[in-house]
């Protein structure tokens, strides 16, 4: 069955530093795979997607991710990271169902 | 257009109490699925319809949970009787997709904001 993992519990960033996020997938076939966002007491907002095509994908808020089939990951970026995007951030892998990561928790630092 | 639309925001109950959740999914959107968010983890899916049928319910406790989508369109998730470690968000979702590898297969899941239960 398919699964993401998400290495990194909690991380820490200044603001204005860039960022990013690890997801690793575990799938035998071209994974669709997804980044949402969660603020407290929120749902999830999707952030972008990847089903095929450029390996190299634009979201909302100024978001990327890079799906590289090698590492079988696919890491969420931000180059400048502002205090409001501190919030909790899950990858999904999608076949039949979508499959969710543990999620991390970013933090902000002034 | 509208969101995903669920009641209510809060529940708190005691153990070997009932409650059930409400959720209006977006309009058109054919699939809906109920997540469990227990704090600290991603969300675990339940149970996944499309229209009025269940395609995955293969996470459900069925001994004490239970859920319907009658019209195919607003869905109810009930537990009877809730137990501690049912506490959680339960988060419902809809998407277009329309079932198997279609071209609204890799449509993304709309959530609401979820229904924190608290059982004591």
């Known amino acids: 069955a398919q699964s993401v993992t998400q290495p990194d519990i909690h991380i820490t960033v200044s603001e204005g530093a860039s960022l990013e996020l690890r997801c690793n997938y575990s799938y035998g076939a071209t994974p669709y795979l997804f980044w949402y966002v969660q603020s407290p007491g929120q749902g999830l907002q999707l952030l972008l997607k990847?089903?095929?095509?450029?390996?190299l994908v634009q979201g909302i808020k100024g978001f990327e991710a890079e799906f590289k089939r090698s590492q079988s990951s696919f890491n969420l970026r931000k180059p400048s990271v502002h205090w409001s995007d501190a919030a909790e951030y899950f990858c999904?892998?999608?076949?039949?169902?979508?499959?969710f990561g543990a999620g991390t928790r970013l933090t902000v630092k002034p | 257009e509208a969101g995903v639309a669920q009641s209510p925001r809060y529940k708190i109950i005691e153990k070997r109490q009932s409650v059930a959740f409400w959720c209006n999914p977006i309009?058109?959107?054919?699939?809906l699925y109920w997540y469990q968010q227990i704090l600290g983890q991603g969300p675990k899916l339940l149970i996944q319809f499309q229209n009025n049928g269940v395609v995955d319910d293969s996470q459900l406790p069925k001994d004490r949970f239970s859920a319907e989508r009658l019209k195919g369109v607003d869905s109810t998730l009930k537990i009877q009787p809730a137990k501690l470690e049912d506490s959680a968000v339960y988060l419902c979702?809809?998407?277009?997709?329309?079932?198997?590898?279609?071209?609204?297969?890799?449509?993304?899941?709309?959530f609401g904001n979820g229904t924190r239960l608290t059982v004591t």
């Open positions: 999904a892998i999608r076949d039949n169902d979508m499959r």
């Open positions: 979702a809809s998407s277009l997709s329309t079932g198997g590898r279609g071209p609204s297969y890799n449509s993304p899941l709309h």
């Open positions: 990847y089903f095929s095509g450029d390996t």
């Open positions: 309009s058109g959107h054919a699939t």
